[in-house]
């Protein structure tokens, strides 16, 4: 319904221009074509009213003049003066056509062309001095049939073979307009009713096509976030099915007597605690993520030593490097200290990055940690000697769940959110995260944060 009364708004309002258009244009070709052909009589009367002139002083011109001259223009003659009583001459009878009125009151000082509804007449007045008063000599002219079929044939018969064509041309782009946003409409209808394939093919480079372009667009993103969706939902239940079975598996073995004594009881126990350990990492993982995404993560902007920050971590993670008789470089190459930041945030992606580094590198290999100076900003960078990472995955493990060898870093305690999360942090504290790695070459970490005084 819509769409058939926007199509006849649109088709109304171009035949409307092109119909006030053509309208106008005739008024001009027809005033112009009737100026021409009395324009040469308008010249001969002029002319008389000159040769006459002497005459008129008289208020008289001889008979047989005045008769030359009718005959000479094809006109009817008639002098008047300026009350319009008849001096010579005599208007021919054209009571029963539209009387015609004078222009304006100037018309007695003016030459000017009138031309009756009924017939195609004109009447050309010039302003004459009759007797020294002002008068008018009047010519009473009808144009020939022949004239006006040559001016339809010239003029009308395109006209209308032009406006059949252009109201065509009308039907057929008002149609294409309304065909667009009925094609629009139709892939919005076919989306809302569950389709998410659906797309519009109305892209034209116009504001429609832009409209077509724009509903596609949106259509992608609510499929992509469809998806991700649905791979989070996949991934979280992936991640808590493991640990899950274990605590179940461990617990009914428990019951069912497996361990013969109290330290056994407390391994079997500990594994427990450590699996239950790991999906509340992965609770807490989640839910830091969707504080994140949702803007609702709270970050305070506070002044806080970087360097004191760094060696605590450093002290935190000795029996984590001691296990794997990793050892730690620490490195401070600038007195710059201050930052601007969220302490704990900024502890929490250390850890990350701290972690991993411990996680990827061989035992026995070292793993850095440098503070250093760059414009304004103060970098920290956490590198290891690990396998590195292939330029393929390199632009992926910023993204949830994402782990390169996904069994591995399963086993060793990963979830795949951490990157994912120290990116947003980093964000959401104003700083940078970025990383440099090749393939069997080890990786460096590096984060940024605006330097304080
Ligand atoms: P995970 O919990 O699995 O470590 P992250 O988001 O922290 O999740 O890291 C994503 C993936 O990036 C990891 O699974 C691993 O494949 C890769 N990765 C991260 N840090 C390193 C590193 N230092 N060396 C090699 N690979 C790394």
Redesign the pocket.
């Known amino acids: 319904m819509t769409t058939r009364s926007l199509l006849f708004r649109q088709l109304f309002s171009h035949v409307a221009i092109i119909l006030f258009m053509a309208l106008i244009l005739s008024a001009f070709v027809v005033y112009y074509a009737y100026q021409n052909n009395n324009g040469e009589l308008t010249v001969k009367i002029r002319n008389l009213a000159a040769f006459f002139s002497e005459d008129l002083k008289l208020g008289h011109i001889p008979e047989r003049e005045w008769e030359l001259a009718g005959r000479a223009t094809g006109a009817v003659l008639w002098l008047e003066d300026s009350n319009g009583r008849i001096i010579q001459g005599s208007p021919p009878d054209y009571s029963g056509e539209e009387p015609y009125t004078l222009i304006d009151s100037e018309a007695y000082s003016k030459q000017f062309l009138f031309s009756t509804k009924a017939q195609n007449v004109v009447i050309i007045s010039v302003p004459v001095l009759i007797q020294d008063k002002p008068g008018r000599l009047l010519a009473y002219h009808q144009i020939s049939p022949f004239y006006v079929k040559m001016i339809i044939r010239a003029y009308f018969f395109p006209l209308i073979a032009g406006l059949t064509a252009a109201f065509l041309l009308a039907v057929l782009l008002s149609r294409r307009l309304t065909r667009s946003i009925a094609d629009i409409t139709a892939a919005a209808k076919r989306f809302s009713a569950g389709d998410y394939t659906s797309r519009t093919r109305a892209t034209t480079k116009d504001e429609i096509g832009t409209l077509g372009k724009t509903f596609n667009a949106m259509a992608d993103a609510i499929l992509h976030t469809q998806q991700t969706r649905r791979t989070f939902f996949s991934n979280i239940s992936h991640e808590l099915k493991t640990p899950l079975s274990c605590v179940k598996a461990t617990t009914e073995a428990l019951i069912d007597g497996i361990a013969v004594n109290g330290q056994e009881r407390t391994h079997y126990l500990e594994r427990i605690l450590a699996e239950t350990d790991r999906m509340s990492r992965l609770v807490h993982d989640i839910m830091d993520m969707e504080h994140l995404e949702s803007g609702k993560m709270f970050i305070k902007q506070e002044r806080l030593d970087i360097a004191a920050l760094l060696l605590h971590q450093a002290t935190k993670i000795e029996p984590l490097l001691q296990k794997k008789s990793i050892s730690l470089l620490l490195q401070f190459e600038t007195n710059k200290r201050y930052v601007l930041g969220d302490a704990d945030r900024l502890a929490q992606v250390l850890d990350?990055l701290l972690s991993?580094?411990i996680?990827?590198a061989p035992p026995g290999s070292p793993i850095g940690l440098l503070l250093t100076e760059k414009a304004q900003w103060l970098q920290v960078s956490v590198s290891?000697q690990?396998?590195?990472?292939s330029s393929e995955?390199l632009p992926l493990?910023w993204e949830r769940f994402?782990?390169?060898?996904k069994s591995r870093?399963r086993s060793l305690g990963?979830?795949?959110?951490?990157?994912?999360i120290s990116r947003g942090l980093m964000e959401a504290m104003g700083g940078t995260i970025a990383v440099e790695?090749e393939k069997g070459r080890g990786?460096i970490?590096k984060i940024g944060l605006l330097s304080e005084r």
């Open positions: 990350n991993n580094a996680r990827y290891d690990g396998e590195g990472i995955a493990i994402y782990r390169i060898d870093s990963g979830s795949g959110l951490g990157l994912s790695s990786s970490f």
